[in-house]
């Protein structure tokens, strides 16, 4: 089962280049999320999506845009990448529960030189 | 307004030991907690969860955590450390809107022969 994938997995980008994060998840789950993972910080909430249409801001959404494609893809954007955005970033998905567990992919590692 | 407490960003304990991760909440109104774990280049997954059904919680691998109204915590705790322990636990809570959880900082557990 491939749960939640997440592509690419380790990007290099100069300061102010832009990219996109994909995602995808195969559980048939409403709620989607990014998160960003940095060290002594736990794990900051960027955007979410409570269902196919939607997306609401969480703590951390400046200088992010994201695009909730269908059901099954949540896509988050750096339009112009700046250091602070270093991170390893985290899609997860879940039913829209406050119990829900959250299943996470694996990370992408962004670097912003 | 919600938040989360790890006492201590790293833990090292003995195979065979008790382990003993600390976790405190503020929350304004009955929470859901939760403690994920994290293994190397990896997501995160779901150890176990407070729901409010029953203030002693088992998870996987051996691990349970009981909630203390009285003291705002969730102490996670396994009798006797493993080897494949090793790894990044954290404490997460939500005030019940769905999947956004507050996570803590994380701590990271080390475990030697």
């Known amino acids: 089962n491939a749960g939640v994938t997440q592509t690419p997995k380790f990007q290099v980008l100069k300061t102010g280049q832009s990219m996109t994060l994909q995602c995808a998840q195969d559980m048939n789950h409403n709620s989607m999320y990014w998160y960003r993972q940095d060290p002594g910080m736990g794990l900051r909430l960027i955007y979410y999506s409570a269902s196919e249409g939607t997306t609401d801001k969480g703590e951390v959404p400046n200088g992010y845009n994201v695009s909730r494609l269908n059901k099954r893809e949540f896509s988050l954007r750096l339009e112009s990448a700046a250091p602070s955005q270093t991170s390893v970033y985290f899609c997860?998905?879940?039913?829209?529960?406050?119990?829900?567990?959250?299943?996470f992919g694996e990370g992408s590692r962004l670097t912003v030189l | 307004a919600q938040s989360v407490t790890q006492l201590g960003s790293h833990v090292s304990v003995s195979e065979g030991a008790l382990v003993l991760l600390r976790c405190n909440y503020s929350s304004s109104v009955p929470p859901y907690l939760f403690w994920y774990v994290q293994y190397p280049n990896q997501g995160l997954q779901l150890l176990l969860k407070?729901?409010?059904?029953?203030?002693l919680v088992k998870g996987i691998n051996g691990f349970e955590a009981e909630f203390k109204k009285s003291e705002t915590s969730f102490h996670l705790t396994k009798p006797s450390a493993h080897m494949s322990d090793a790894a990044e636990y954290f404490c997460a809570v939500t005030s019940g809107s769905w999947g956004k959880l507050q996570f803590g900082a994380g701590t990271q557990v080390v475990v030697t022969p």
């Open positions: 407070y729901t409010s059904a029953a203030t």
């Open positions: 997860a998905s879940s039913e829209t529960s406050p119990t829900g567990e959250l299943f």
